[in-house]
């Protein structure tokens, strides 16, 4: 395992996150994708899985740390996903549905769970090709509060193995 990624694991232990057998469609929030437009990261044949309570919540958040050009960057499987309501600067429902896009995110969405896609997709490479922002409504808002959120495009970089 590269230093890098053994780095951030001793990180995210010390800032609560345990290590769990596998994914189990944990949740995330969105403010913690820190993944770019032209990100490409390779999908670790040993990757651990992490878990950590979302702060000022009792959701848990899954993920894997990969390693973009040299730097740690958590990775949130549900993410390949995401399917939400569009609302409006009103904090209204507009009657369309913000979702995820790319190659790697039709595959994903087709697997039965998302542990055994994930291992599936080991030693995958993924490129983060577009990001596009939408209004969605603030987990727990009562009252329409909205922000912008990015839904991601990730496809299989150029080259890259694709999973069986």
Sequence with gaps: MEIVILNALAKARANGAKEVGGFAGGVRGDELNTLEKGDKFVIPEDYKVLEQTIPNSNRKTQFIIVDVDGVAKNFYPSSL???LPEYNEAGEKTGARLKTHGEVCDW???QPTIDGAMKKLKGCTLEITDI??????????TVGETRETGFMTVD???????PE
Excluded: R
């Excluded at 596009?132 to 808002?141: C, D, I, K, R």
């Excluded at 299989?156 to 694709?162: E, V």
């Design 108 to 110: 994903f969405k087709k």
């Design 156 to 162: 299989f970089a150029a080259g890259s193995k694709k």
């Design 132 to 141: 596009t922002p939408g209004l969605t409504l603030v987990y727990g808002s």
């Design 81 to 83: 996903q995401k399917n």
